[in-house]
């Protein structure tokens, strides 16, 4: 009775565990949660979670009680057993099993003796990982032990799946963005240096402003595009290399609109940021910008931050019109122009980290 029961408490473990990564966005964490689940669930000395990593034909650790990483080719030990044969392995004398490699105890000074692995499985049936215990505490693992294992696998799976699609369509928005980059610079003749600047300055201020290092890399990703609208705005005025008549500035000023409607994107987030720096990054503290008059904190935080990125690479760049100001003479004007071009608190922020702002600007500065 009383296994009985301890078999219930440990589902309900499992079901509380569901609940717990349901809350949790950190992949670091909810592998930790998932390592230290497997251990206790199956009252082992340590747990591993290993990653098959197809195009090398090797399983890796992405989590592993009591080492950084462990590398071995998919057909060696006991995990590469249960990848390899897709079915749970359950050693009872490791030294006495064929399926088992002593190499990565030879490394760690440490000795095995029972070993459950269970291979993890995508939603199309390939083999993405195993789970693998380690030493159980007393006697030997149990097919409850695999039973309680493999359900836990399937949040695991669903999780590492979930995690490798992020990761792909991370890339692809990307390379996307980078594309879109190109093209907007090719357009209005500025230099992938400029944007360059742009998105390291932008990143400054994020990180100063406390924002999430996912939403800081995100407005590092997409800063350079602030400009995109450019490409609906003809050369002959935006490569005028006159003075722009009143006529022509407004035609100017719709590019933030233009880079707007190209970029948004209600079902991707990254494209919707981008969309909105397009459009805020002339608009004003003070209500005096463009294209929407808007107004102090209605002004998108990601659009403020880009509004100083880029006042202050282009005063400090070489225009056909005038030499590039230096860097003291630019900071005294983003300083005159708190509370009425610039957000103050993020002002103070970039002034107080002009020696990170100096790096930037001399590393990828214009030949």
């Known amino acids: 009775m009383s296994t009985e029961m301890e078999y219930d408490d440990k589902l309900d473990l499992l079901l509380r565990l569901g609940s717990e990564i349901s809350r949790e966005n950190d992949l670091g964490k909810l592998l930790g949660k998932f390592g230290d689940f497997s251990r206790d669930i199956v009252e ?52 006495k099993d064929f399926r088992f490699s002593s190499t990565t105890d030879k490394k760690l000074s440490y000795v095995t003796n ?23 505490k007393q006697g030997f693992f149990t097919n409850i032990d695999a039973e309680l294992l493999l359900l836990l696998s399937q949040y695991v799976s669903t999780t590492l799946e ?64 602030h400009d995109a609208g450019n490409i609906g705005i003809p050369n002959s005025i935006l490569k005028k290399p006159a003075q722009l008549t009143i006529e022509e500035f407004e035609i100017v000023k719709t590019h933030s609109i ?28 003070d209500g005096t910008g463009y294209p929407n008059r808007t107004k102090g904190h209605n002004i998108s935080i990601h659009g403020r931050m880009v509004a100083i990125a880029d006042v202050f690479d282009a005063l400090t760049s070489m225009r056909p019109h005038r030499a590039p100001w230096t860097i003291e003479k630019t900071i005294e004007l983003l300083i005159a122009e708190k509370g009425k071009h610039f957000e103050p608190y993020l002002v103070d922020i970039f002034v107080s980290k002009l020696k990170e702002v100096k790096e930037i600007y001399t590393e990828y500065k214009e030949e």
């Not at 269970?118 to 199309?124: G, I, S, Y």
């Not at 230099?191 to 924002?211: C, D, N, P, Q, W």
């Not at 233009?258 to 004003?284: F, P, S, V, W």
Request: glycine letters at 4%; one cysteine or more; aromatic letters at 8%.
């Open 114 to 136: 029972t070993i459950l692995a269970v291979p993890l499985f995508d939603k199309k049936d390939n083999v993405i990982g195993v789970i693998e215990a380690i030493n159980k």
């Open 162 to 225: 979930n995690v490798f699609l992020h990761n792909k369509l991370r890339d692809t928005n990307t390379k996307l963005i980078s594309k879109l980059s190109t093209a907007a610079e090719f357009k209005d003749d500025e230099s992938s240096k400029h944007t360059t600047r742009v998105a390291l300055y932008s990143k400054i201020l994020a990180e100063g402003y406390g924002l999430q290092k996912d939403e800081t890399e995100v407005i590092k990703l997409v800063s350079p595009l």
């Open 44 to 95: 082992a000395q340590r747990c591993s979670i290993f990653i098959h990593d197809a195009k090398r034909n090797e399983l890796w650790t992405m989590f592993s009680h009591g080492v950084e990483e462990i590398r071995m080719a998919v057909n060696l030990g006991v995990a590469g057993y249960a990848a390899n044969t897709r079915e749970i392995q359950i050693v009872t004398d490791a030294y």
């Open 258 to 285: 233009i880079g707007y409607n190209i970029l948004k994107d209600e079902d991707n987030d990254i494209l919707q940021i981008a969309a909105t720096i397009a459009r805020d990054h002339h608009e004003r503290w």
